[in-house]
């Protein structure tokens, strides 16, 4: 199981440079083993082009290397608080993707303007509160998952999944590691027609609640019927 897991957590990671994401090496994507606990995540600064299953760590709940020769990933904590808070979640993903980041470096949500970021969350993608010098000093990692979840506070999991860090960049998760590529390749799809739809029209104002809880409804939850049963 774990080494299907560790060959998933790979093809996740090599999506992201394929889904122009990524660039030389900013970006992760972890998953989680339900029976164990245990994490899988991406080596440290490993180029994607070498990247292979041998670069993929095993990490505890607590974040101690169980498995692996390769340092893991410095965001390593910030996936485990995540999969601490946010409940069925397999896989996390965190790129620098360039619109998506873009609203995150504005200090700004990312609005619900129209149909396509409906069918990804009925609501805006929240925006963190920026994390104090304290918070940076001593536990900067587990700080800014502790600041997703709080930006979370109030949905239901299903609802958002993502949230921007403020200064820093997206974080997406989903019920497997290519769930939560998926997510980020709709995010950063979505912030380049929010960019675009605000230059274009400045005053655009969010969708209409009834076309926004549609759209969601027909891909997500019990009443969904988008795509093949």
Known sequence: MLEDLKAAVLAANLALPAAGLVKLTWGNVSGRDPESGLVVIKASGVPYDRMTVADMVVVGPDGRVVEGE????????THLVLYSGIPGIGGVVHTHS???????QAGRALP?????HADLC???VPLTAPLGPEEVREDYEEATG?????????????????????GHGPFCWGASPAAAVETAVALEEVAKMAWLTTVLEPSAGPLAAHLVDRHFSRKHGAGAYYGQP
């Open 70 to 77: 390769r340092r893991p990933s410095t965001d390593t904590p």
């Open 98 to 104: 360039t619109w998506a980041t873009a609203w995150a």
């Open 112 to 116: 619900v303007l129209g149909t396509t």
């Open 122 to 124: 009925p609501g805006e």
């Open 146 to 166: 502790r600041a997703v979840l709080a930006a979370l506070a109030g949905h239901w999991p299903g609802e958002v999944p993502a949230v921007l860090v403020q």
